[in-house]
């Protein structure tokens, strides 16, 4: 079963504007982790956010906030002022508990194309 | 300040051919994970590991074996490579299991196996 789901195969967004990517996420675990990685198309995995499932404030990384509703199950990026270079590949992750240890799944990832 | 380096970055294989990928982190990272990224389907974990001497499997294991006789080195093995095995394998690393800081990727060595 999909435990990451990102329904955003590609979204456009003009330069300067603000953008929401979604994500929703499934498990049972009451302690888990959700991040977010950007990719360029040099292909290289970037960090960029995380949120704890036990934090009460949504996350905030300089123009990205993570908007965390626990309730829904949902985990969206927002990024604020898109420029030129967010245009990549943006991937949202979840971390669980599993038999050896930690580990965190990924989702199939959204396009995002920031227009001049 | 290498991080984690991947080697090789690009390899050719022929059906039935085995090869080692090697993952090596400077970061005395005791998480260490190998992902394959494939188009439209994201990264899948394909085995991951906690400390020096453990392994364990992720979601995509099967044809792949991993060892971690070091601690900054965690080796993916593939014994009999099918054309299915053709992506792009990532490792990372992470000292809290990811929370916080997430992960410290490598640069990703292409595979394509004919």
């Known amino acids: 079963a999909q435990k990451i789901t990102q329904t955003q195969p590609g979204m456009f967004v003009q330069e300067k504007e603000a953008v929401t990517l979604d994500c929703t996420y499934d498990t049972s675990d009451q302690s888990y982790g959700l991040f977010w990685y950007k990719q360029p198309s040099s292909g290289e995995m970037i960090f960029l956010i995380y949120q704890g499932s036990y934090d009460e404030q949504n996350a905030t990384e300089g123009r990205y906030s993570l908007n965390f509703q626990k309730a829904r199950k949902s985990a969206n990026l927002v990024i604020s002022a898109s420029q030129l270079g967010d245009s990549a590949m943006y991937f949202c992750?979840?971390?669980?508990?599993?038999?050896?240890?930690?580990?965190?799944?990924f989702g199939a990832g959204t396009r995002l194309f920031v227009k001049a | 300040n290498a991080g984690v380096t991947q080697t090789p970055k690009f390899r050719v294989l022929k059906t039935g051919q085995s090869m080692t990928l090697l993952c090596a982190q400077d970061?005395?990272?005791?998480?260490m994970y190998w992902y394959r990224q494939d188009p439209g389907m994201g990264l899948r974990l394909i085995h991951y590991s906690v400390g020096e001497g453990t392994t364990a499997k992720g979601e995509v294991p099967d044809g792949y074996n991993v060892s971690r006789l070091k601690k900054q080195n965690f080796l993916l093995g593939l014994e009999s490579a099918a054309p299915s095995q053709t992506s792009v394998y990532f490792c990372?690393?992470?000292?809290?299991?990811?929370?916080?800081?997430?992960?410290?990727f490598g640069s990703g060595t292409r595979l394509t196996v004919v």
């Open positions: 992750a979840m971390r669980e508990v599993d038999t050896g240890g930690f580990k965190t799944i």
């Open positions: 990372a690393s992470s000292s809290t299991g990811g929370d916080y800081y997430g992960y410290t």
């Open positions: 970061m005395n990272h005791e998480y």
